[in-house]
């Protein structure tokens, strides 16, 4: 897909005008519509934020769809199918926002199948245990709430409405995963254990989906100038550990990190250090499963050619019936 004609840069007037009135429009904390002139940084930061999300939402199915049939109960089963379905949903509507900056979703996907663009590291570690499934709802999906309700008031108009959207449904994610684990950590001795373990193994992933530290974040001065993140990466993650550090006790259970507390003098939860070598081994691609992630989506996406011959033939013959129709007329 072409960038709509009225985005693309034109002369230095066109562009000194266009310039003036995106910076009118940010100072007003107003929205970028996709036909409004706006910088090519812009349009490529945005690109590269929204298209990272939607592939983590659709890299972000795998993990949890492996458990469906593992699920312990047919309740269990039905509530994860949903839940793994609104995941798909939330990467078509970020790579329709995505789409309306200029970029096709068939090049977005071929760099994800190529292994050219990132998604979330958080989804390079293993599901162990049932108790995963908890932990990743109330852990992962709450980590996501904290970091993309602020980007409901993202600048850039397409984005933010998916956002809307996206959280409300994630708040159930996290509100299930919850449960799963308030439930076993009402159960036996055993079911206790096997909660404390999943979040001992999901808090510090967790925590790391925030991104770098703050003065490790190349990105985040200028996205906040473009009011597209409002808040720093450390700054959403001591609201993160605030909110957890709360509600384990009504699991009691356990945070494993000896040094979470609320600085008084900041205002700010503090937690322990955090392994950013890890961070960057999975970055670059060498976590736990970041081997499997990428293989099972080129499998799944050799597996759906044929559906992608179909709609293109329907929509061709859709479009020739159209075509006959109006010629008639
Ligand atoms: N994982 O300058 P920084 C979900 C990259 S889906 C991988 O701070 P920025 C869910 C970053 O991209 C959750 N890469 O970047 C789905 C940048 O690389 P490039 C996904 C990361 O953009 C299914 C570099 O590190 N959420 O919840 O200002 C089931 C430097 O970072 C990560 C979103 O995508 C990471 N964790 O801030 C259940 C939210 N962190 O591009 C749940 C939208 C950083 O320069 N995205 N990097 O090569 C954002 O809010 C921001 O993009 C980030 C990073 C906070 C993630």
């Known amino acids: 897909m072409a960038a709509p004609a009225a985005t693309q840069h034109g002369s230095p007037d066109v562009d000194a005008a266009g310039q003036q009135l995106f910076d009118e429009l940010i100072a007003q904390d107003s929205r970028i519509e996709p036909r409004d002139w706006m910088p090519e940084a812009y349009r490529k930061s945005l690109t590269r934020q929204i298209s990272q999300h939607a592939h983590s939402e659709i890299i972000g199915m795998q993990p949890e769809a492996n458990w469906i049939t593992r699920a312990p109960s047919l309740k269990r089963k039905a509530i994860l ?30 760099d994800l199948i190529a292994g050219k663009a990132r998604y979330s590291s958080i989804f390079n570690y293993p599901v162990l245990t049932w108790a995963d499934i908890g932990a990743i709802g109330w852990l992962v999906d709450g980590a996501a709430i904290c970091n993309q309700v602020p980007l409901c008031r993202a600048s850039y108009g397409p984005y933010g409405r998916a956002m809307v959207r996206i959280c409300k449904e994630e708040s159930f994610h996290q509100r299930q995963g919850f449960e799963i684990l308030l439930e076993l950590a009402n159960g036996t001795q055993a079911q206790r254990d096997m909660a404390q373990d999943a979040i001992n193994r999901w808090y510090a992933p967790s925590l790391m989906m925030f991104g770098p530290p703050d003065d490790d974040s190349p990105n985040s001065k200028q996205s906040m100038a473009w009011n597209i993140k409002r808040f720093s990466n450390d700054e959403l993650r001591s609201r993160f550990v605030g909110m957890i550090a709360e509600q384990v006790r009504a699991l009691g259970l356990t945070l494993p990190d000896p040094d979470v507390r609320f600085n008084e003098d900041t205002g700010r939860w503090e937690h322990g250090p955090l392994d950013w070598e890890e961070f960057k081994e999975v970055l670059a691609g060498r976590g736990p499963c970041n081997a499997q992630r990428m293989e099972r ?33």
């Open 81 to 110: 199918m949903a839940k793994v379905q609104d995941e798909a949903g939330h990467g078509l509507y970020l790579y329709s926002a995505a789409e309306t900056l200029g970029t096709a979703r068939d090049k977005m996907t071929e």
């Open 297 to 329: 989506r080129r499998e799944a996406h050799e597996d759906g050619a044929w559906v992608r011959e179909a709609a293109a033939a329907y929509a061709d013959k859709q479009a020739r019936r159209a075509a006959t129709a109006t010629e008639a007329a």
